[in-house]
């Protein structure tokens, strides 16, 4: 039901009524038949279940399926280990692996992954970017190593072979990104054709034999870890072609880790541009017009200005782990390059907040194939987006409003740029962010950092207001609602020191009738 779904980009809500009537008219011309639909648990709330049909949830492996899997791929590979001089797999009791190997098919790139070498066995330490991008480079080698053109690829220096495996990467990093983009996790294929070409990474093709791929095929058609639905519709039109087909990865994780080597590649990319122009003394006025006017590749602003990182935890937890990876690799200090980003930042603060002008892309005045929103969300996105990605990856984000100047009724830049996200996204769809990140005020200073440990659900208005004031260093949107809070829930409202703690409460009168109630309760 899903890839029907997902290929066609409609909703067969009655898909499952026309199935039950289909059985019925069967069984009275006496030819009973039995109907299996699968689909995820995600999509399968769009269709009307028809009464009394039977419905069974496929559970994750336990620690005996797991175990029984492995023992079997053990018996079946016995004799490749013996030739290859490796031992059995045993899978590490590393909680990230574990969480991994509940999965089948993840557990089945585990054992491959340790197939050449025992390198799983070998890194106890290993954490899931490390895996998934070792994991995915690996699969492209194999693909690339295939076939005729596998033995050009062969040829090739070691250098050489990364600079095409690397290319393949940033590939299926726009595939990635279009899901995102899209706020889906499958794409069409020919919005990936259209990506593919928005992001220039086409890859030249010298498939004489047969029809011609195009661009999406090439790229994703090959990999087993991405799973291609086909639908074909007879009647009525659709926008799509006949046989329309989309592609999604096998688990969600692999398009997490691929978005956030995209976004951080990009990153990367552009703050080490700015580190040329700041150590070259002749590129000084390359320098000061770039951040100016906002000169940054498309690419900066098409990772960043259509879904907000907080909807993606899971992408946002993969910067920060592979963001330490990469800068440790390329030799870059994180002092070095948080400084290079912060330029980026408020450079681009100072332009959209002080009314210097939207880039093109942000305006909507620039063609892309992503679905277009409104100036004010794509600025509210945008920004946002900004401070998320330099906390994610750093793990906080120290905002000075000297370094921008305030409004004419006195508002600082973050209040105003608070607001514009309150307003663009709604309180309600500033919950997530709440549980991702919290900030504190220090006079001029705001420090958005990354919240450690689980994050209970909030289970009314006035706490969802608290938790997400916490989160935009509106303290005094906090003290309010944490002090109506103290008497509404007393069970479970925030403790009294935290709100004394809170910048807007030092010396407030607030603050004295806190202490005392403190006093009372103690």
């Not at 290319?167 to 990635?176: I, N, Q, S």
């Not at 769809?429 to 990140?437: A, M």
């Not at 207001?465 to 309010?480: I, K, Y």
């Amino acid at each position: 039901y899903d890839e029907l779904l997902q290929a066609s980009g409609r909703v067969f809500s009655t898909y499952l009524q026309k199935v039950a009537a289909f059985q019925v008219r069967e069984s009275r011309l006496n030819r009973p038949v039995r109907v299996l639909v699968t689909s995820r648990i995600t999509l399968i709330d769009k269709a009307e279940i028809p009464v009394k049909s039977t419905v069974i949830r496929l559970e994750d492996f336990d620690l005996k399926r797991q175990l029984k899997w492995i023992a079997t791929w053990n018996e079946y590979n016995a004799p490749y280990f013996a030739a290859k001089g490796l031992n059995p797999l045993i899978l590490p009791t590393h909680q990230k692996i574990t969480v991994l190997a509940q999965q089948p098919l993840l557990l089945l790139m585990l054992a491959l992954y340790d197939s050449e070498g025992n390198m799983l066995a070998g890194q106890e330490a290993i954490d899931q970017t490390l895996l998934y991008d070792s994991l995915l480079r690996r699969f492209i080698e194999r693909e690339r190593s295939k076939g005729a053109q596998g033995l050009d690829f062969g040829a090739l220096e070691q250098d050489e072979r990364k600079r095409e495996i690397d290319k393949d990467m940033k590939r299926l990093g726009v595939a990635a990104i279009g899901m995102y983009n899209r706020r889906s996790l499958h794409i069409a294929k020919d919005d990936l054709q259209q990506d593919i070409n928005y992001f220039e990474t086409s890859r030249s093709s010298d498939n004489d034999a047969g029809p011609k791929l195009n661009q999406a095929e090439l790229l994703l058609g090959s990999f087993f870890f991405v799973h291609e639905s086909r639908s074909r519709v007879q009647g009525g039109s659709i926008d799509r072609e006949p046989d329309a087909a989309s592609f999604e990865f096998l688990h969600n994780t692999f398009g997490e880790f691929l978005t956030a080597d995209f976004i951080l590649s990009v990153v990367l990319k552009q703050t080490e541009e700015i580190r040329v122009y700041q150590t070259t003394p002749s590129l000084s006025e390359v320098l000061a017009s770039t951040l100016r006017e906002g000169k940054l590749h498309d690419a900066w602003y098409a990772s960043l200005m259509f879904t907000p990182l907080y909807t993606r935890p899971v992408i946002l937890t993969m910067l920060h782990e592979w963001g330490r990876h990469r800068l440790a690799t390329l030799g870059r200090g994180m002092d070095d390059f948080a400084d290079d980003l912060d330029q980026i930042i408020y450079s681009q603060y100072r332009r959209l907040i002080q009314g210097l002008g939207y880039p093109s892309l942000v305006a909507g005045g620039a063609a892309h194939p992503f679905p277009a929103r409104g100036v004010i969300d794509n600025v509210a996105i945008f920004t946002l987006n900004l401070a998320l990605v330099r906390t994610a990856i750093i793990g906080s984000f120290p905002f000075d409003n000297r370094n921008l100047s305030p409004s004419e009724n006195g508002g600082s830049a973050w209040d105003r740029m608070t607001h514009l996200w309150r307003s663009a996204l709604g309180f309600g769809g500033l919950e997530g962010l709440s549980r991702i990140v919290q900030s504190a005020r220090n006079d001029d200073v705001v420090t958005m950092s990354l919240r450690r440990g689980t994050v209970p659900e909030t289970s009314g208005r006035l706490e969802l207001t608290f938790e997400t004031a916490m989160a935009l260093g509106d303290d005094l949107l906090a003290v309010l609602t944490g002090w109506a809070l103290q008497d509404v829930v007393p069970s479970s409202s925030p403790d009294l020191s935290r709100l004394l703690d809170l910048d807007s409460t030092v010396n407030s009168g607030l603050a004295v009738e806190m202490s005392r109630r403190k006093t009372i309760r103690q």
